[in-house]
């Protein structure tokens, strides 16, 4: 068997049956990428795609991305400080180049592909192509970003093999619908937590008359109003990876499988909370959301954003909601469960990539968020 890897700079140069059967719902497929390269975000991220072959036939698609930002936007706090205090003696410890396997904005990192493969084989191939990419983009650091734990037996061959270190990455979050029925999602939550989201959305009620609707292709004044909540929420953000601007959001909402979860307060029409979602398959993707950080807490918005969500989501006949990373407390709160997500990192300096490599030892669930730090001692089960 002969692997090759053929490195394209557009989601449009590889086939669009070969998207189709390497990137299947609930995967995010090649929509996705088209959005992100016509977002405006070239100063950001320059994208490329690994055509994948086996013998000549084109197997597999392995989305790249190479990104110039600090180091600290993948490291908690803490060890950004060591970091800070290290790039004294190593300035390039602190910004640099980095090549990374998967999606600035996806929930975990995907290698597509069209079958069963030795993905062992593929992954070192790959690897080699990375380095020869790093290489010639001035790249620093190669990471295979947010992957899940049934990738983890080939990524450890291949960072076994070529000195790649372990780095624990935010969990995932991911709700199992079992159901259409709204009373069902609620008996399978723990007793004290349904007790609460129950009450904070009673008492949301009490406070404040809001209305909820779930559009497709919102006008452009909509979008103003969801951008602006957007960017009051990253704002707030502790975690800044990606910086979406308003374009992303025209982009997206031009897509079939988007959907936009829109809260208004009735009294005065004016948006105070969305949640961007998109339906792909089975699965609810919950991608982004902004609140009104004007509006009183007592509000809790969160929740009321959530029941509408849920709601729409069992009316689709939804079997899981995908939400991603961060926000850790109310997410576990309404019922989500922790997914397990590693980064595979090596640093082109080997005393540099020596260092990280000591660093990743001490990075947990516990040092990454004070959320998860919480969770982890309440329930004293440490990540595999």
């Not at 406070?207 to 909820?212: G, I, K, N, Y």
């Not at 990373?325 to 020596?354: D, F, M, S, W």
Request: glycine share 6%; hydrophobic share 45%.
């Amino acid at each position: 068997m002969t692997v090759s890897i053929r490195l394209v700079g557009s989601e449009s140069e590889l086939p669009a049956e070969l998207w189709d059967a390497c990137f299947p719902p609930p995967f995010e497929g090649r929509w996705w990428y088209a959005v992100l390269e016509a977002s405006q975000l070239k100063d950001q991220f320059q994208f490329f795609y690994g055509l994948i072959s086996l013998d000549g036939v084109a197997v597999g698609i392995a989305p790249v991305f190479l990104m110039n930002a600090p180091v600290a936007v993948v490291m908690p706090d803490a060890i950004a400080k060591i970091l800070q205090f290290l790039g004294r003696a190593f300035p390039s410890l602190l910004h640099q180049k980095m090549l990374f396997v998967g999606s600035p904005c996806a929930d975990e990192g995907t290698v597509g592909f069209a079958g069963i493969v030795d993905r062992a084989a593929v992954f070192h191939a790959l690897q080699l192509e990375l380095e020869q990419l790093a290489r010639q983009t001035r790249a620093k650091t190669i990471i295979w970003k947010d992957f899940p734990a049934d990738y983890r037996e080939p990524l450890e061959a291949v960072a076994n093999h070529h000195g790649l270190f372990r780095l624990e990455s935010f969990p995932g979050t991911h709700l199992s619908l079992l159901s259409g029925k709204k009373a069902d999602y609620f008996a399978r939550l723990k007793g004290s937590r349904r007790h609460q989201v129950k009450k904070k959305m009673r008492l949301s009620r009490e406070r404040v008359e809001l209305t909820s609707e779930v559009i497709a292709a919102p006008t452009a004044a909509v979008l103003d109003e969801v951008f602006g909540l957007f960017m009051q929420t990253y704002e707030r953000s502790d975690t800044k990876f990606e910086r979406l601007g308003r374009e992303f959001f025209t982009q997206i909402a031009s897509q079939n499988v988007s959907r936009f979860v829109l809260l208004r307060e009735v009294e005065s029409g004016a948006l105070v909370a969305f949640m961007l979602c998109f339906h792909v398959g089975s699965r609810v993707i919950n991608k982004f959301i902004g609140f009104d950080y004007e509006r009183p807490r007592d509000w809790l918005l969160y929740f009321r954003l959530w029941e509408a969500a849920l709601d729409w989501a069992l009316s689709v006949e939804a079997d899981s909601i995908q939400s991603g990373q961060t926000g850790y407390a109310a997410k576990i709160e309404v019922g989500h469960q922790l997914v397990p997500l590693v980064n595979y990192c090596r640093h082109q300096n080997p005393v540099i990539n020596a260092i990280y490599r000591r660093i990743a030892r001490s990075i947990s669930w516990e040092t990454l968020d004070d959320d998860l730090a919480r969770h982890v001692r309440a329930h004293p089960v440490e990540p595999d």
